[in-house]
């Protein structure tokens, strides 16, 4: 089988990037003729837009050996406005070769590049190009890559090997150790060094006159590790096209086993078969029936992918750090339906998945997000050459995000008749720039794992607006934490609903942050020029600093809000007379510097947008009603998160919980909620136990307890707990049933057993197995305790509320859980009640006990055979021994 590679080639536009590529194909014997990008006969500009302009703007590939390796070659964009279709490339590479100017240095874009290829983790060779011009110096560029890339830049073109190892051993302690004891470092050091991103090896050269361009292929073949793949299916894909005829082409990178013809693919929602396998080099494509991984290709008869998703042992990717800044809305001219271009328009959304086109069913118009000017033209292009439409653009606006300063419980509730779901999701601030994350940490004895699934599943299909100005929101993570579900009337589209309820909820409590984009810049201009530059900047709410001069010309370099500065790159042509340049590239999203004025100015109602309601919806005597966000935890069924967590942040949430810390629901209000619930249409009052067990501190204050202490018949104890519920509640057996559950089980046990020895009471320990198809209840004693296994279709609470409903007269029950409606039930059967947290305090408690007590018996007095034994004994022991 022969090795192969998926190497990458970006740059900052101009750089030379697709000259490089086609001085590759060429030298490698792939193309015949040397093509230009000036002559618009670049074997790699496949689109009329692109020779047209002279710049790449959609990624392609070509298939080329380098000696023994297969290289498929990815040529990306390298204007700043097509910076989402390079990073979508970034996800397959094995190794990237990154250009430079030899005329212009390290520029903006370049550095932008640099980060990218870190946090992907991307293997770098760098080709300093356009060394053939005047005024360009090696040895001042190779400084300012060390200075600017990093210090493990080395030169491996022409240079000598003792000074290639005196640096080589400078980046690594094992290549340091090589070169001391032998004065020789191996080249598989080196690849290894190179793989692990700690070497970068550099060549220069001119790509137009092949100069450098085969010291460059030779050091690839030479200093790059073949990747090993796993036998198991996975494939990333990272592009979404068309072809002339129409066939929508999903491209991905297969990395791990083989695919063929007709194989079926899916995500876990979709499931489609493979028409055809085509292996593209530049326009043309190779049609096989069987591909290998390791190789980047394209499928048809795919039609619900999306770039950067992941099949079969393949994770998805996460959202890209270059996105689009500005928001427009696309005009048409007069007679062309806008929603009937709708559908158009998301074929194109397909392909560049950043453009976010939206409809706004207010305004009756449709907004897309885009990077810059030119990207709008290559849009007007690409609609008016594939729809035979003419559009244009407005003036465009920034695009605005919102975040959380603070960690709260959000809610959600959806009981119309028929109808249940209840979320609770945890909002947590995330770091600048991390997007939005998404975990479970809720039990699933509380949620089956389907209806968790489908939560998060729920969470990542659609942008969430915030509640100042409608922007998405970023920079936080959202955990599910609790949930509940009704066994008849629960639906699929019920957590839906309440999830966005929840996430929404969640965010009026929070302390919102509205964000807006900015960029870092880089001013080049006349020196005269830097004191009108600096109070422009200051102008523009920017930050900037003077990073070098020569007398004559200076270079600002800072950041500034995307909204001040879109526009002054006409203002330097202007004042500087066509001298000064400026460089922009996106820096992130930061705090808004005038976040009111904003937000007045868009004027959002967060309660008043019906297509993302804070609301819940609760049910009562058989009719769904309406609870404000507000007063939602006023009537929720599951107990709060972070009140039972003791979480100090809830307390400083508007809204008061239905549990905290320190206050428990007392019997009264039990009883209001049982006549105004199950017993709302008996016409008689509910006529349950008021039982004061030894848990009844719950409900009063001990001083009334003594004064209304009652002489009782002694009943046989008993202690029921909920096993996995326990488990889940238990930081040190939650981690451990996440890598093995049956051990937490067990650990489980061995504490109760040992608990029981102390107590004079029976324990009954109930574990789900409700969905173990055809499982009969199954009850087994372990050690001096039981364990029941419950059958098919029941639930722990629901063993548990039956046993103690059946037994409450007989027996003294006391339930060990930390499921809030399930406190109510139990306490409404008449029933104690032992929070999770107290029950591993008694068991703490208990251990420690037994370790003193253990500790004590070695302290006791010892008996030895010598003292019993008389002085003429003791003479004959002495005397045989």
Known sequence: ??????????????????????????????????????????????????????ITIFSKQAVLDI??????????????????????????????????????????????????????????????????????????????????????????????????????AMCDEVMMESYLETGHIETEQIKKAVLERKVFPCFFGSALKLEGVEQLMQGIEKYTLIPHYPDEFGAKIFKITRDEQGNRLTHMKLTGGKLKVKDALTNGIWEEKVNQIRIYSGQKFQAINEIEAGSVFAVTGLSYTRPGEGLGIEKASGTPVLEPVLSYQIIFKEG???????????????????????????????QV??????????????????????????????VYKETIANTVEGVGHFEPLRHYAEVHLLLEPGERGSG????????????????????????????????????????????????????KHTE?????????RAVRQGLKEAQSILLEPYYDFRLELPEKMVGRAMTDIKRMYGTCEISQTNGETAVLVGSAPVVTMRNYQKEVVAYTKGLGRLFCTFRGYEPCHNAQEVIESIGYDSEKDIENPTYSIFCKNGVGFLVSWDEVKDYMHVESYLSSKGDPSEENTSNHASYTEERWISLEEIERIFQNTFFANKGKKSSW???????????????????????????????????????????????????????????????????????????????????????????????NIHVVFTKEAQTADQYIEKFAHDNQK???????TSDGLQQIIIRGAGCSLLLARELKAEIDEVNERIRREYQDTGKLDRNYLEDALTPEEKQQIKQMK
Not at 372 to 398: A, N, P
Request: with cysteine.
């Open 1 to 54: 089988m022969m090795k192969k590679l998926v190497i990458g080639i970006l740059a900052h536009v101009d750089a030379g990037k697709t000259t490089l590529a086609e001085s590759m194909l060429y030298l490698s014997g792939k193309i015949g003729n040397l093509g230009r990008v000036d002559n618009k006969d670049a074997f790699l500009d496949t689109y009329e837009m692109e020779r047209a302009r002279g």
């Open 336 to 366: 062309c339906d806008p929603r009937a271009m709708l559908p158009k328009l998301r074929q194109i959304e397909e392909e560049e998945p950043e453009l976010h086109i939206t409809w706004d069913e207010q305004l009756q118009e449709i």
């Open 492 to 500: 699929g589209g019920d957590f839906r609903e309440a999830t966005y």
């Open 689 to 783: 136990k008021k039982r004061k067990g030894e848990r009844s501190v719950l409900y009063h204050p001990v001083s009334q307890i003594e004064k209304k202490k009652e002489v009782k018949e002694i009943k046989e104890k008993y202690l029921l707990v909920d096993g996995y519920n326990i488990i889940h509640a238990w930081p040190e057996l939650k981690e451990l049933a996440d890598g093995d559950m049956e051990s937490a089980r067990i650990k489980l046990l061995d504490y109760l057993s040992n608990y029981k020895g102390t107590r004079n009471c029976e324990i009954i320990v109930v574990f789900d197995a409700y969905r173990v198809q055809g499982h009969a209840e199954e009850i087994i004693d372990y050690n």
């Open 67 to 168: 000696g023994e390796i297969q290289v498929t070659l990815l040529d990306t964009p390298g204007h700043v406005d097509f910076s989402a279709e390079m990073e979508r490339t970034l996800q397959v590479l094995d190794y990237a070769i990154l250009v430079i100017s030899g005329a212009d240095g390290v520029q903006g874009h370049t550095k932008t590049l640099w980060r990218l290829l870190h946090m992907y983790r991307i293997p770098v060779f760098i080709f300093v190009n356009k060394m053939d011009q005047k005024g360009t110096d090696k040895d001042k560029l190779m400084k300012e890559l060390k200075e600017q890339l990093d210090d493990g830049c080395i030169e491996f073109g022409q240079v000598r090997e003792d000074e290639l190892y005196d640096q080589l």
């Open 810 to 816: 007989k027996y003294d029950i006391t339930v060990a």
């Open 369 to 398: 997000q885009i990077m810059g000017e030119v990207q709008i033209e290559i849009l007007q292009g690409l609609i008016k050459s594939r729809f035979g439409v003419d559009v244009t653009f407005d003036e465009g606006k920034v």
């Open 436 to 487: 939005l994350q998404f975990e479970t940490n809720c039990s699933e004895d509380m949620l089956s794992r389907n209806w968790q699934r489908l939560i998060l599943t729920h969470l990542q299909e659609k942008v969430h607006k915030g509640v100042l100005t409608g922007s998405a929101i970023t920079d936080m993570k959202i955990t599910l934490v609790a949930g509940k579900a009704h066994p």
